[in-house]
């Protein structure tokens, strides 16, 4: 693997879903750089992300390919670089209960994690809101 490019992560401060990217990057131990974005609403950056959420990554090593969303970048880094099977289960059944986890992140835990957060952060407190995702979480 030490011929791989750096896979370039795009990323923001503050933000949870790039340390999915970076966790699985270093667990399979695959090369790469980091590139902060300061405005990821900006026109710059929707050329890499329309929707201007990190992470987004672009793989030299695949004809420049860019993705956005973390749940698919994650499960391309295991489909194309866990030859180890460091991150994947071998089987069918195995492999589905595993996936099935990574989409609950996605689509269930994910989002009231980010609303919990946002909720702690906003100038006015709103005690219900904080205790709801919490308790969510």
């Not at 698919?72 to 289960?89: F, H, M, P, Q």
């Not at 609950?104 to 709103?126: C, K, L």
């Amino acid at each position: 693997m030490s011929a791989l490019k750096p896979i370039v992560v795009y990323h923001a401060n503050g933000g949870p879903n790039p340390y999915k990217i970076l966790i699985a990057l270093a667990e399979l131990n695959l090369p790469y750089t980091k590139s902060a974005v300061a405005d990821v609403k900006g026109a710059e950056f929707c050329k890499i992300n329309p929707n201007g959420r990190v992470p987004a990554i672009m793989d030299p090593n695949n004809d420049d390919l860019i993705l956005w969303e973390s749940g698919a970048i994650v499960e391309y880094l295991v489909e194309t670089y866990d030859k180890e099977g460091k991150l994947s289960l071998p089987g069918n059944r195995e492999k589905w209960l595993l996936k099935q986890y990574l989409h609950f992140q996605m689509s269930g835990q994910g989002p009231y994690f980010g609303q919990a957060v946002w909720f702690y952060r906003q100038s006015e407190p709103n005690v219900q809101a904080k205790e709801r995702y919490i308790d969510q979480v």
